[in-house]
């Protein structure tokens, strides 16, 4: 895992956003201050593809790297792995009292369909590393640079490196070797019960049923062959009852038309007068038609004769009545002159009557004005007195807060003595809480190293047991892979062969080592809360020390008898308080009465000036209205309003009387000469009409000899459309006679030649039964059909069973084997111990070249010790070196398992967090002359966190942190 590129915001101190390329950098130092937030930068990188951070650990760290005052965080990070470029985002958002945590991963451009919790499964899968592993071996942080140098157990160190090579594959692989087992076994049994259902299938089986479907197959043949008769003989049955059915309605039609001879007959006789009369029927309908409008002008002549004799009576007496009403009209000038002066006076009168109602609402307002300015003045009296009594108040205030001053120095020295006073007494009791909760851990703290005392025993003897089945375990792996004349990798010797290999005890291997596994567990679970439990007792010890410093000065406190002279003063404080309080408040009061005054003593100024000016109007109007009063105005307006309404209404009834008779007789007079006019004409049209009437009767004459009457010719006469219907309904009546008759003749001659066909229910009922009996035999076709396709599945089925169980029964033989083989897994450990070795012979060497005396090695019980060549290579325990040694060490230890690790594990990068510091300036030195050397020689990216500039400036790429007003930012030299 290489990182290529990281942006922060909200982040510890990177509160703004920071963008960050390595694309460039390879052998760089982070710098900065102490609390810059150097380590910020990779705990922001683990905090992305894990979501936790070395410092933090767990999930929650979430809220720990969040920016002081900040409400939302982000984190991403573009890393590659052998060249392949991802990315992971991580993002933090808090909004009142919800939280939003997101995370999303990327390949390339795309986005990834992961949930929040699966991308740290999906980080491991990609990398090759998991938390744990990625903080001890690519990510040394601060303050815990031996945690892969000095594992809890030597255990822990193995499974790194068994995870970082990917070694549990094997696991993977005897676990995939069980479930195949599992599942070649229930494919066996399977197929066994299979064989033995199939076992009634056979050949025979299938002959028996060929030779019932042949036979099933020439039955339906002839049924089908008789079917097809009976269907022909049915269609003649049903022709010939066609016919006879024919037969039988042709033979009552042709009776009901000789039923019509006598009507047709009747018909012949009216067709023949009727075309004789034809030619007169135009004259005979004028005729009608001319008696018709002749009677209805006479009507329509007598009519207008009488309304034209109504109506110049009805002008007669019009006349009369407007000879009445043109003298009231000549008098309507006067009585509209008089309505004008009246008009005139009643506008004069409502201007005086305004002026009236305006003069007693002025009265009322001068009164009320002048009551006002009374309750002012007194108000303004009032107001003069109690500012007087208010100063003489507030100035007795101020002489008594004088009197009561507290010195506000002495009263905070007091205040912080009996704060101080009350944490010491506190203090005091905790200190004896924790003095007996330190007596409960070194009771608990003996008994464990008891247990531990105990358990190393038990290790002890188990690994000896252990050890002396490895050795006969391994002797056989080895015989098992040689040949007569090979190389013997453990003694180097010529392997002779051997006459027979004997059964190995891995069962009984497996269980030693599973023995002493879960004792090493067990002294690492004690070891493990005996450290928690003396840690917990030192930090005890040192608490309880620290308190009895601060508890010295208790006894001086309590004789200075602070809490007396805190309560006197309390006492005056809290009377100055109270007079403050007073005084402010009077103080308040009195400015509110001088802003009352003043308020006062302009309102009594205005009412003076606008009482002065309403007296001055008020005299005006009385000069103006003399001796009339309001009520008197009234009387003469209302009189006047009377009459003018009635000389409206006198006036607008003249005028309209005088129109409407007017135009009533002039409407009269036109209606007369409109009636004179239409009478003239009606007496003409009528002379007219008579005369063609006699024309008509003159042409009529011939008709006579024909019939008695012309009402009698009227009602045999027909248009030329009702003879030709006539004639049409004779001649229908005619070809439907013949016709019926030929249709019947020809029917009886083909009933002659079927006379022999037999009847149609006959046929029908042998058809349904040959039907019913081909449905049957088709189903029982079908169900022989489909029973022997089965059979013959089944016995292709039984077949192949037959051939699989072979092969089924060879896999489970396999895989039981190599369930068996893959049971232990000390074949882990072995590859684990070679990995070590190596890891250790490239570590020894940059050890040496750090330090100048030190190497690796490894004993027995696979615990890291180191040769010391300055003592004459004495070996010492990792736990004997210095903090700066340790540093060394452990950055040896780191850059050997890169070496080693690089290709399998995708260790393309490096972080070395602080631990400079521990060590001397000549030994500094030294490492950053190795460190520029192996830039040259190691193809990954290291990076080095430092507080110490000249260390810093040995590297020629650097990020500079750099933080203000508790804002962190970084300036990149590549």
Known sequence: MRPLELYLEGFTVYREPVRLDFRPLNFFAIQGSTGAGKTSLVDAITFALYGKVPRYGNSQAIRKVLSKGSRKLKVSLDFSVNGKEYRVERFYSRFKNKEEVIARAYEGDVKLNYKSKEIESWVEKVTGIDYKTFTKVIILPQGEFDRFLKPSTPKERKDILIKLVNLEVLDKVRERASEEYRAYEREYEILKEKLQELSEYTPAKVKELNSSIEKLKKEIVALRTRREKLEADMGDARKKEELLKRQSELSRTLDELKAEEGRIEALKERLEFAKRVLPFVGLIGELDNLDEE???????????????????????????????????????????????????????????????????????????????????????????????????LIEDLKDRLKEVHVDNDEYRKLLEKKQRLIHLIDLERKKGKLEESLREKQSKLELLRSKIARLEEEKEQEENKLREKELLYHSYLIRQSLSEGDVCPVCGGTYRGSDEVGEVGTEELREAHERLETVKENLAELERKALKLEAEANSLRRDISDMEETLEGLEVLKSEGVEEKLGAMEIKIKEQEGIKAKLEKYESKLKELVNSKEKVLRSMEGTRTHLENLSSEIERLRTALGDLDDESILRELKSIEREVDRLDRKINDVKSRYEKYRKYIEDVKAEIIAREAGIKELERVLSSKESRKRQILGKLAPLYDMAPSLEEIKDKAMTGEEIDALEREISTYNEKVSGTVAHLREIEKELNEMVHVPPLGELEEEYNRIVERLDNLSQELGGKQRELTEVKERIKEREFIEKKLPEVENSLRVYERLKEDLRSDRFQSFVANMLMKDILEHASYYLERFSGVYSFDMDEKDNLLILDRSQGGVERTVESLSGGETFLASLSLALGVSDVLSSDAHLESLFIDEGFGSLDEETRERVGDILEVLKLEINKMVGVITHIPEFAERFSQRIYVKKSAGVSKVEVIY
């Open 294 to 392: 002749i009677r209805k002008d006479k009507q329509k002549l007598n009519k207008y004769r009488g309304e034209l004799s109504a109506l110049k009576q009805e002008l007669e007496n019009a006349l009369e009545d407007f000879t009445e009403l043109e003298k009231e009209h000549k008098n309507i000038e006067n009585l509209e002159r008089e309505l004008l002066n009246l008009r005139l006076r009643k506008q004069e009168l409502e201007g005086l009557h305004k002026e009236a109602k305006r003069l007693k609402s002025m009265e009322r307002d001068r009164d009320r004005l002048s009551r006002e300015l009374e309750k002012l003045e007194v108000k303004y009296e009032e107001l003069q007195e109690r500012i007087k009594k208010g100063e003489s």
